[in-house]
T-cell receptor, first 114, second 115 residues
Framework: DSGVTQTPKHLITATGQRVTLRCSPR?????VYWYQQSLDQGLQFLIQ???????AKGNILERFSAQQFPDLHSELNLSSLELGDSALYFC?????????????FGDGTRLSIL | AQSVTQLDSQVPVFEEAPVELRCNYS??????LFWYVQYPNQGLQLLLK??????LVKGINGFEAEFNKSQTSFHLRKPSVHISDTAEYFC?????????????FGKGTTLSVSS
């Protein structure tokens, strides 16, 4: 058990809809990362937050947004969903957000767009 | 831009045989290196990391990896594999000194151990 909790585990919705994925980091970790895993693109970094502030941005679409709340949990919002957004979305957390601290991953949210 | 190449997409091996999963990275700056394992329907679990110091790094489950700066490689090895090692293995890199510390992953190597 990594200590990172993601909900829901599975999500099935239709094109055009909006969903919210939730992540609770390990106790004490200040930094949260979001990754997308798909068969064609592999594991891709989306966005990082550190103590409530955006720290780094990767290949995140404009239709996607995220935030980290004062209690350090994070939410990833996906809107105007397309078939290609079907993927496994992982949240990871680390203590300080520095590169030498390993990232600990949740079990992911599997998003299926019908 | 950084990139990570895992040279083998699939590695089949018999139980108790040795295995090496290859990883090369491309970066013009100093990096931190990681290997993660993903079992079916689970998240990624850290196997080992190289931050600095000794180039031979030991991790969990009997795995080790060697950092080779001149060849920009970080190959993962295990002298004797078990059926339970069957999983997807990912090599990842992050840049030192960056304010943002995203992991750049390779495409993964599927290790299949059979009896």
């Amino acid at each position: 058990d990594s200590g990172v909790t993601q909900t829901p585990k599975h999500l099935i919705t239709a094109t055009g809809q909006r969903v919210t994925l939730r992540c609770s980091p390990r106790s004490g970790d200040l930094s949260v990362y979001w990754y997308q895993q798909s068969l064609d693109q592999g594991l891709q970094f989306l966005i990082q937050y550190y103590n409530g502030e955006e720290r780094a941005k990767g290949n995140i679409l404009e239709r996607f947004s995220a935030q980290q709340f004062p209690d350090l949990h994070s939410e990833l919002n996906l809107s105007s969903l397309e078939l290609g957004d079907s993927a496994l979305y992982f949240c990871a957390s680390s203590l300080t957000g520095d590169g030498h601290q390993p990232q600990h991953f949740g079990d992911g949210t599997r998003l299926s767009i019908l | 831009a950084q990139s990570v190449t895992q040279l083998d997409s699939q590695v089949p091996v018999f139980e108790e045989a040795p295995v090496e999963l290859r990883c090369n990275y491309s970066s013009s700056v100093s990096v931190y290196l990681f290997w993660y394992v993903q079992y079916p329907n689970q998240g990624l679990q850290l196997l080992l990391k190289y931050l600095s110091g000794s180039t031979l790094v030991k991790g969990i489950n009997g795995f080790e990896a060697e950092f080779n700066k001149s060849q920009t490689s970080f190959h993962l090895r295990k002298p004797s594999v078990h059926i339970s090692d069957t999983a997807e293995y990912f090599c990842a890199v992050s840049e030192r000194g960056q304010a943002g510390t995203a992991l750049i992953f390779g495409k993964g190597t599927t290790l299949s151990v059979s009896s």
